[in-house]
Every structure is written in C-alpha cells, then in structure tokens.
C-alpha cells in the first residue's frame, strides 16, 4: 500500500466505550498529525507529532490519547467520548516537521457516539 | 492568527466551464498554501502546493496562483466535468508553527 492508510473506515462507540484509531503511512515522512472534522466547522489541528515525538497538543480534551510508536504510525486511543465528538478524524503525514513540501491526508475514520 | 476564507460556500456550473475558487488569507507571512479536494465522507486528495516564492502551479486541467500581498489564491479549473464535482479547501501554512489553518471550502457541482 502506498500513501496514508486509516482504519477503521467507520466506528460507532458508545460513550463508556474505549477504542483506538490507527493511521499508518508508508511515505518515508518524518512528521504525522491528527485532524478532526466536524459538520460544517473547518478541519481542527488535534496533535503532532515529529520523529515519534508529540510536539503540539491543541488544548484536546483528554479523553482522546493519542500514541506514536514510530515514525509510521500512530494511533489516537478514545475513552469515554460525547456525542459532540462525533466527526470525521483525519490523519496527515509531511515529510517533515515543517510541511515544506506539503502534507498528505488518509481517507478518515468517521466516528459517532451514541 | 491566521483566517482562511473560501468563497463562494457553493458553486454550481454546468459541464465544460471554466472556473475560478477564491481563498483569502488574513496574514501574508505564509510558508506555502495548498489546495486540496474532498469528495463526500472521504479524506483529503492534495491537488497542488504553492510556496511563498511561487505565483502560480499548475497540474492538468488545475492553475493556482498565488499573491502573497494581497492575501489571495484562486484555483482555476478549465472545461469542467461532473468528476470535478467535490469540496475543494484551500489551506495556510503559516511562518515556522506546524498548524495548518483551512478554510471552510467551496462545495463544487458539475452538471451534465
């Protein structure tokens, strides 16, 4: 596979539930983001991470964790979430931390909390 | 802080038109500035990257320009085709902070 792959597709969760995000690139890029679309709102920086190292948390609610293992991967770990979280979550690579040569989106996991 | 606006919100054409899509940007200090396609419930598609240095890319049937001074860029899209129908957004990359700042973006039908 080549590009920003994201699993699952779709994820429906209850609000007591606990379930992860996964987002894997095969690029070679050193940088990886997460993104949350809501309805309407444009997309909203989540998190960043640069060489597996978390460098910007945008005031996100605990609730979501998110985990970068290495350079290729990285996940988003959700507990005890609010149906406002429902959105499409979206997973970004670049090939460095600076987005020089621009960024690349998966196809997103859309998540609803019920 | 930066502010991304797309106009217009909408746009519908019938099929073989041209066609321009405006985004504005409140801080001219941007690294580069990217446009993106979005089709229904999917992830972004980059269509083309334009950096600070540059006026204008193009890819196919796809011109963007840009003008820094002014705060603008248009993605232009010549003989329109209903394959074209999708969201397009248009995003800043601002100065050295990794946030990438988008705008609402224009929701594009191409009717046969």
């Known amino acids: 596979e080549t590009g920003v792959t994201q699993t699952p597709r779709h994820l429906v969760m209850g609000m007591t539930n606990k379930k992860s995000l996964k987002c894997e690139q095969h690029l070679g890029h050193n940088a990886m983001y997460w993104y949350k679309q809501s309805a309407k709102k444009p997309l909203e920086l989540m998190f960043v991470?640069?060489?597996?190292?978390?460098?910007e948390n945008n005031s996100v609610p605990s609730r979501f964790s998110p985990e970068c293992p290495n350079s290729s991967h990285l996940f988003l770990h959700l507990h005890t979430l609010q149906p406002e979280d429902s959105a499409l979550y979206l997973c970004?690579?670049?090939?460095?931390?600076?987005?020089?040569?621009?960024?690349?989106f998966g196809s997103g996991t859309r998540l609803t909390v019920v | 802080k930066q502010e991304v606006t797309q106009i217009p919100a909408a746009l519908s054409v019938p099929e073989g038109e041209n066609l321009v899509l405006n985004c504005s940007f409140t801080?001219?200090?941007?690294?580069?500035l990217q446009w993106f396609r979005q089709d229904p419930g999917k992830g972004l598609t980059s269509l083309l990257l334009?950096?600070?240095?540059?006026r204008e890319q193009t890819s196919g049937r796809l011109n963007a320009s840009l003008d820094k001074s002014s705060g603008r860029s248009t993605l232009y899209i010549a003989a329109s085709q209903p394959g074209d129908s999708a969201t397009y957004l248009c995003a800043v990359k601002s100065g050295t902070a990794s946030k990438l700042t988008f705008g609402t973006g224009t929701r594009l039908q191409v009717t046969l």
């Open positions: 970004a690579s670049s090939q460095d931390g600076q987005g020089f040569y621009g960024y690349t």
């Open positions: 334009i950096q600070s240095s540059q």
């Open positions: 991470y640069n060489f597996k190292e978390q460098t």
């Open positions: 801080d001219s200090a941007i690294y580069n």
